[in-house]
């Protein structure tokens, strides 16, 4: 940001003017603050304000608020190690201002609380920006503030700025009547239970996350499928459940579960879960945010598989069966179309601390924690939280391990009976809305009877099938797989249709609860998903023949040099030749708009050259820089993925700068390509968009996310 914008910038400062009436309710809402956590024994430290306001920052595309407070101390803020916000309460004195306590957690065992009072949809000036070649002009924009960026100033002008996570009481007390509930009945039904009087109480926890740490999960791969309907198959109560809560995501088939879902486990953790089995002093579980129902039977019969018997299976147990039974027997939509029942817990971090906390509550036997996880955020924050724990000495040591996410082997037909299924079982449901205004809420399967399955289909050592794939991405296909094809008079021969076409337009006419599309939304077909430079034929062809065999050869060395417990990642997700599209925007750049953001026009030719390749990654595989001649102006070197892992593709994306680059073996010196400026495409809905459903107060409060449990 230049000189100037940073001036209009600072002449934005909103501050809030604070009088006395505010004064008063400020006061008053602190002072019932501090005598509640007093009351359930922990203590803070109240700390006032001089002022505050909102500071907006243009550094990225979309405005957002940083939150300004003048602490009334001379406290170092740099000390300060992390920083917590309540949920917001609204000031009553004023139209759009609301009031939260911020917690300000120290290498001290008594955290700091700090009142803020703030205005809620702030509007301000947005300072002229150039964007690649667009200048786009100065605009006024109402500020976002979601109160995760803080700007701390004392009494001496020193100055810290954090990110905040959300404000989670780590009391016992504090867990609700619902969720306690809960909690306890799962504990109770645990194996453990059942054996306890049998056993020495446990003085040590080893937590096991299940998805990616202890098994490989499948997910949606990013080089099949366009990602608005990744967006959708994840997002609850959009086409079904969402992915993490629906059945279908962990039923990888009849002849996967035969074999004992033998390939999808990491071994290395498989060996550690069995080495705290053996310890009668170490309770072992399993947390996870999947829920109870469907998948606590699943995943028992798939540890036990492995001989692996928890001593806790700790899935989320909301909703309860009696709330599911309930939930799924009654059919009516007068109230909603949710497949799922309404949640207790607000989210899955949430979940596992109250998890925690009731464990250490039933046994306070326990002092020592060990946790494996395979979300590095999700380590930070565990670690965080244990050691407030171990501050007000609910525990003496913990370690939050990271695990490195494998994925499974890329069964790209799987991942299309699946998601057929779900787009089906979903149009059913839209069907039965219309005709009776009724819901199917029950647990879905699928029918693997009813899958058409061929040998040559399941292996993603297939070259016919990769090929396919490959084709689909240049748009060069007329389906993805071969064997599921259709065409329809009423669109063109892309498309890809997984469900009956019904004549009756009555019968499918438009809903509003999940889509405003007519009865083609469930069509799937390949969609544009990026802008690249798309290699010809022979170009790609000559490429791989100069330089697969020495990427295999390169990441199968790399990959043999991880210490591993046997040879099991051989038979987890392996890297695949793609090599054939330069990537240049991460969106579609409509043609009419390609020459002001791009320069270049859609359609235009280039020739290109290998200047440099990257060191190869188990995941990330080996990628090229190529130099595009022929265009105006010069170009820098772009990035061209030669050979990676499919759940990896979108990682690549501004990955360029992390990698390892070296110079191209001397067979490349003459060899050069022709690319043509287009699209990469991916299969998705073309017409879909999902409506809210009607929901009730209290599920707006319980926030739906998108992301992995």
């Known amino acids: ?89 609204e000031y009553p004195h004023k139209e759009n201002f609301f009031f939260v306590h911020v917690v300000l957690v120290t290498s001290s065992p008594i955290p700091l609380l700090v009142p803020y009072l703030y205005q809620a949809g702030l509007k301000v000036t947005q300072p002229e920006r150039v964007d690649g070649d667009r200048k786009i002009p100065s605009k006024e924009v109402v500020l976002k503030n979601d109160l995760k960026e803080f700007l701390f100033i004392n009494k001496q002008g020193i100055r810290g700025r954090f990110s905040i996570h959300e404000y989670h009481d780590f009391a016992y007390n504090e867990i609700t009547v619902e969720e306690k509930a809960l909690l306890q009945q799962q504990f109770d039904a645990s194996p453990y239970c059942q054996q306890k009087n049998s056993r020495p109480l446990p003085t040590k926890l080893a937590v096991f996350d299940y998805d990616s740490t202890l098994f490989l999960s499948p997910s949606l791969s990013p080089s099949l499928w366009h990602s608005k309907l990744v967006n959708a198959l994840t997002d609850e109560d959009g086409i079904g459940p969402g992915w993490w809560k629906d059945r279908r995501s962990l039923d990888l088939g009849p002849e996967v579960a035969a074999d004992g879902w033998r390939g999808y486990w990491n071994e290395d953790m498989v060996s550690q879960a069995r080495d705290c089995l053996k310890d009668k002093n170490t309770l072992t579980v399993i947390l996870t945010g999947r829920r109870a129902i469907p998948f606590q039977p699943m995943i028992e019969a798939m540890t036990a598989a492995q001989g692996l018997a928890f001593d806790l299976y700790g899935l989320r147990p909301d909703p309860s069966v009696d709330t599911q039974q309930d939930h799924t027997s009654n059919t009516s939509s007068k109230h909603h179309t949710l497949y799922g029942a309404p949640s207790v817990f607000r989210n899955t971090l949430d979940f596992k601390s109250a998890f925690l906390l009731n464990l250490l509550h039933n046994l306070p036997s326990i002092r020592d924690i060990t946790m494996w996880d395979d979300r590095a955020h999700h380590v930070k924050r565990f670690t965080d939280y244990l050691d407030r724990l171990k501050r007000i000495d609910l525990i003496d040591k913990l370690a939050v391990l990271y695990v490195p996410p494998i994925r499974p082997r890329f069964r790209p037909m799987w991942e299309h009976a699946v998601v057929a299924d779900m787009l089906t079982r979903h149009h059913d449901n839209v069907k039965l809305f219309h005709k009776t205004q009724q819901w199917n809420r029950a647990v879905q399967s699928v029918n693997w009877d009813m899958v058409e399955r061929k040998e040559h289909e399941k292996d993603e050592k297939n070259e016919k099938l990769l090929d396919e794939l490959v084709a689909l991405q240049a748009n060069s ?82 990959t043999a040099s991880i210490p591993q417990e046997g040879n099991w990642r051989e038979k987890a997700e392996q ?135």
Not at 510 to 532: D, E, F, K
């Open 477 to 558: 296909s007329t389906a993805f797989p071969p064997a599921i094809t259709a065409v329809s008079p009423r669109n063109n021969a892309n498309s890809t249709h997984l469900l009956p076409l019904s004549n009756n337009n009555d019968e499918m006419a438009t809903t509003t609860i999940h889509t405003h599309a007519t009865h083609m939304h469930m069509n799937l077909r390949p969609m544009a998903s990026a802008t690249v430079f798309q290699l010809d034929d022979a170009s790609m062809q000559s490429l791989r023949n100069l330089l697969e065999p020495i990427c295999r050869d390169w990441i199968a060395k790399k």
């Open 1 to 89: 940001m230049d000189k100037a914008a940073q001036e209009q910038v600072a002449d934005q400062v909103d501050q809030v003017d604070v009088d006395q009436t505010a004064k008063a309710w400020i006061q008053e809402q602190m002072d019932t603050e501090v005598n509640r956590i007093r009351t359930v024994g922990t203590s803070v430290i109240p700390v006032g304000i001089k002022n505050c306001g909102i500071l907006p920052n243009f550094d990225q595309r979309k405005a957002r608020a940083i939150n300004r407070i003048e602490l009334d101390t001379n406290f170092n803020v740099n000390k300060v190690e992390q920083v917590m916000v309540s949920a917001p309460v």
């Open 575 to 709: 890297a695949i030749w793609y090599g054939h599209q330069v990537f240049v925007h991460d969106a579609p750049i409509e043609p009419r708009h390609a020459k002001g953001t791009l320069g270049i026009k859609i359609g235009t030719n280039a020739k290109l050259t290998v200047t440099h390749l990257s060191a190869p990654h188990p995941e990330h595989g080996v990628s090229a820089l190529v130099k595009l001649h022929g265009l105006e102006p010069d170009r820098r070197p772009m990035l061209l993925p030669l050979m990676y892992c499919p759940s990896a593709e979108d990682a690549l994306w501004g990955a360029q700068h992390k990698m390892k680059w070296q110079r191209p073996p001397q067979t490349l010196d003459n060899w050069h390509g022709h690319a043509t400026l287009t699209y990469s495409y991916r299969l998705g809905l073309e017409s879909y968009r999902r409506a809210l459903p009607k929901i009730t107060y209290k599920q707006k409060n319980n926030s739906r996310k998108r992301h992995r449990p």
